[in-house]
């Protein structure tokens, strides 16, 4: 069925950037959301951002909004994150996630599919 793969974590001094690639194979037309959670260290999952396949339409959490840009291109499968401005609070396993059906949902038991998760790691 879907799988997904994050890449693009690794090391940044804050205000720095950073792009996440996330590769959906095996998807389907049925699946047309996309999305980004990331998990702080003793923290729960929080929603980052999630952007529809069909009509890129995008929604964003406050936290992010004006430094975090989503993007797709429906041609390789891939959901992109831009970060910019990062902060030290931004440090966290960021994971992709998709969902069946074209509605935006904000909480990790709406989505079906899970990436493995990719270190972001934003030093002082």
């Known amino acids: 069925q879907v799988q997904l793969v994050e890449t693009g974590g690794g090391l940044v001094q804050a205000g720095g950037s950073l792009r996440l690639s996330c590769v959906a194979s095996?998807?389907?037309?049925?699946?047309?959301?996309t999305g980004w959670f990331r998990q702080a260290p003793g923290k729960d999952y929080e929603f980052v951002v999630a952007?529809?396949?069909?009509?890129?339409?995008?929604y964003y959490a406050d936290s992010v909004k004006g430094r975090f840009t989503i993007s797709r291109d429906n041609a390789k499968n891939t959901v992109y994150l831009q970060m910019n401005s990062l902060k030290p609070e931004d440090t966290a396993v960021y994971y992709c996630?998709?969902?069946?059906?074209?509605?935006?949902?904000?909480?990790?038991?709406?989505?079906?599919?899970w990436g493995q998760g990719t270190q972001v790691t934003v030093s002082s």
């Open positions: 996630a998709a969902r069946r059906g074209s509605q935006i949902a904000t909480t990790r038991f709406e989505y079906d599919y």
């Open positions: 952007i529809t396949w069909r009509g890129g339409i995008a």
């Open positions: 095996g998807r389907s037309v049925s699946v047309d959301v």
